[in-house]
Nanobody, 126 residues
Framework: QVQLVESGGGLVQAGGSLRLSCAASGRTFSSYAMGWFRQAPGKERECVAAISRGGASTYYAASVKGRFTISRDNAKNTVYLQMNSLKPEDTAVYYC???????????????????WGQGTQVTVSS
């Protein structure tokens, strides 16, 4: 089992940047594929980025491609989401998620993940 703790959210002006971090407990972090999801009020939770357990494969939602970068440091048990050129429509609660993986795949659907963090608020003002 793994516990996830997100950090790095906050209030930023449009065009600004934030870096979210997700620290995972446990010794087998490198066995987990990871994802970042977000949920805005009244909207469904969506995957914005995902990364395979080794970091070689990544996925980005079309709405964030070219602006967001997901990465991971298996030695630090941490996954990151670098968010640049932020827009007001990026405002949401951002969640980190993990699932055990036995291949180099990423996963982009919420039901594919077993473990979730508590979320961190990102607010982008216009």
């Amino acid at each position: 089992q793994v516990q996830l703790v997100e950090s790095g959210g906050g209030l930023v002006q449009a065009g600004g940047s934030l870096r979210l971090s997700c620290a995972a407990s446990g010794r087998t972090f490198s066995s987990y594929a990871m994802g970042w999801f977000r949920q805005a009020p009244g909207k469904e939770r969506e995957c914005v980025a995902a990364i395979s357990r080794g970091g070689a494969s990544t996925y980005y939602a079309a709405s964030v491609k070219g602006r967001f970068t997901i990465s991971r440091d298996n030695a630090k048990n941490t996954v990151y989401l670098q968010m640049n050129s932020l827009k007001p429509e990026d405002t949401a609660v951002y969640y980190c998620a993990a699932r055990e993986a036995y291949s180099g795949s990423y996963y982009s659907r919420s039901y594919e993940y077993a473990y979730w963090g508590q979320g961190t608020q990102v607010t982008v003002s216009s």
